[in-house]
Structure formats: C-alpha cells, structure tokens
C-alpha cells in the first residue's frame, strides 16, 4: 500500500472549513484514497473516499489532485464534534486481505 | 441498534489470566477483524476472518487467538496476559462478495480498553 504523510496537528474555529491535506506521492493506479476519524475514547469511523474525481457526501468533500499525489479532506462547517484524529488511507478498493493500515493521522482541534 | 458491539468496554484483570473479548455485527458483514490500539495511539490489524475463516493473521503472538463461530462474531481470546498487552481493541467489519472486497468500507466498534496490572 502507498504511504501517506499528514500534518500532525491542525486548529480550525468552529463554522468555518477545515481543510485537512495528504500526501500519497507513491499511490498506484487502482487504489483509493480513504478518510477515517477517530473521535476521543471512539471507534473510528469511515468519512469519504475517492479515486480520482472529487467526492462529496453528507460528511465532508474530497477533492483529489489531477495527478493523484495528495488530496484534501474539506469538513465544510467544522463543529466542536469534529474534533477528532483524522486519517488518511491509500488502499485498493477491491481484493483480498483488506486490512486498513492506519498512521498517525491529523488531530484536528476546533475551536470556540 | 449498535452497528458493531464489542463487550466488555473495560477490562482490568492481573498479569498471567487468561481473558476473552466478544464482537458481534449485524450489519450483515461477513468479513470481521480484530485492531490494537496501544498507548502511542497506533492502530494495527490483528486479525481479520471471512465467513468463519482466517485470512489475515499479522504475526501476532500465539497467545491470542480469535474464534469465529459464525460470520456476525468474532471473538479474542487471550492466554497469559502480559503487561505488554494492554491496549484498546477494536472490532470492526465489512462487506465482500465471494471473498472480494467491495468498496472497502470498515465500521468499527467502541473499543475494549484491556488493562494488565
């Protein structure tokens, strides 16, 4: 699986957008881009993914380079609830051995 | 209703006991795994089974080991528990057809928070 590098830390005030970037400068040709967070003493919790186009859901946004070595998770109206480890993953979408390989993510800290 | 419910939520038990961790989905899933979160916050895939099967194995000491009775459980159990063992584990699962991953969406449990004194 493509590594990825994320920001340890990022601050956002409550309502605006956070824009949490990644990089997966190695990422092969069928693997997607996955977000998942971690909100304190929880399980984590699938956000978004993507391949190449950009994604949107009742979540958040994906927006992909052309490219494909970063991406930006976009949380549109951050919330205190949205604070919460954030983590970027490349893996394949489809075969076998599913396991998702978490680093150390980006803490997201929103603010009042 | 819970997703994915793991049982207990905390466990606090002494060094060389032997301890087991339940997971149960009902999301209809046939593939579930087992994660260690440790004290540095990493997550790391234990184990993961699909329909009752052993698929992903991660050189995990042979003190642990999961037991599938069928596809909505997966349990732990843990021989000889050390003090290195204590962690969060989370279940999580997720939905294959005919042992392929589709979309590769996993949802977690709450999480176990395992404590070795």
């Known amino acids: 699986d493509a590594k990825t590098t994320q920001p340890p830390s990022m601050d956002c005030a409550e309502g605006r957008a956070a824009n949490l970037p990644c990089n997966h400068s190695t990422i092969s040709g069928n693997e997607y881009v996955y977000w998942y967070r971690q909100i304190h003493s929880q399980g984590p919790q699938y956000i978004i993914h993507?391949?190449?186009n950009n994604e949107t859901n009742e979540m958040a946004s994906l927006i992909i380079t052309e490219d494909r070595k970063s991406s930006t998770l976009i949380l549109p109206h951050a919330t205190l609830r949205d604070t919460a480890v954030y983590y970027c993953i490349v893996r394949v979408a489809r075969g076998y051995g599913n396991k998702l390989v978490f680093g150390a993510g980006t803490i997201l800290r929103v603010k009042s | 209703d819970t997703a994915v419910s793991q049982t207990p939520k905390y466990l606090v038990t002494q060094m060389g006991n032997d301890k087991s961790i339940k997971c149960e989905q009902n999301l209809g899933h046939d593939t579930m795994y087992w994660y260690k979160q440790d004290s540095k916050k990493f997550l790391k895939i234990m184990f993961s089974y699909n329909n009752k099967e052993l698929i992903i194995n991660e050189t995990v000491p042979n003190r642990f080991s999961p037991k599938s009775p069928d596809k909505a459980h997966l349990n732990l159990h843990i021989n000889s528990l050390e003090l290195g063992d204590s962690a969060v584990y989370f279940c999580?699962?997720?939905?294959?057809?005919?042992?392929?991953?589709?979309?590769?969406?996993?949802?977690f449990g709450a999480g176990t928070r395992l404590s070795v004194l």
């Open positions: 993507g391949l190449k």
């Open positions: 999580a699962s997720s939905h294959h057809t005919g042992g392929v991953v589709i979309k590769n969406i996993q949802y």
